[in-house]
């Protein structure tokens, strides 16, 4: 089954555009010009990724974001101008996956695509449950439970915490989480790995100032805390 993908933009040119190279290399396109319109589509379609345009006619992409993080996992990619970079860090906290920057080129675009697309294959394919006091993560259902309650994460705050969690006590560089987590030809700013990891410890409730589970190392990087049980 081809990998479906939702564009979501204002623009029809943008989306016929778009629309074209995804469909050329394989991938099932379903488009939106509205933000109340792709919270419509990501439930009854259910994409495996969302290409989402900030600036839209009706509900900006950032609040289409929130609502999505309430009821989906999918990998939503932020689309938003050069000027934005506020824009994009408050959608990355919001649970965005990535983002690519206007004018971008097409091929790009399909390239994170298929990126974010691996990456949710390799984090679950062949791998066991992973055991800890108080914290249960099953990559192949992609389920994270904590102190005995299921805990919602996005697709790539999951894959962040596979990969730490994979190697308990090991200090990853940003430049290593981006490698493994976002893949090597991700370019953007590594700030994004420190956003992603603000999120998944609330998710689990873990305190910065004091971690149980995520820990900081200072100008170096993070590392999983817990051991096996």
Known sequence: ???????????????????????????????????????????????????????????????????????????????????????????????????????????????????????GRASSAGATRLLFAGLTIDPGSREVDAADHSVRLSALEFDLLVALAGAPGRVFSRRQLLEQVWGGDFFGDERVVDVHIRNLRKSLGDDASRPRIIGTVRGVGYKFLLDPA
Do not use: H, N, W
């Open 1 to 119: 089954m081809p990998a479906k993908v939702l564009v979501v933009d204002d623009e029809p040119g943008i989306r016929r555009v778009l629309t074209g190279y995804l469909e050329a290399a394989g991938f099932e396109v379903t488009e939106a010009s509205t933000g109340e319109e792709a919270v419509s589509l990501v439930r009854r379609a259910l994409p495996d990724v969302v290409l989402l345009d900030v600036m839209l006619p009706d509900v900006d992409g950032i609040e289409v974001l929130r609502r999505l993080r309430t009821f989906s996992q999918v990998y939503v990619l932020l689309v938003t101008a050069r000027a934005e970079e506020t824009d994009t860090l408050v959608g990355l906290a919001v649970g965005a996956d990535d983002y690519v920057t206007k004018p971008f080129s097409p091929r790009e675009v399909v390239a994170r695509v298929r990126a974010v697309l691996r990456r």
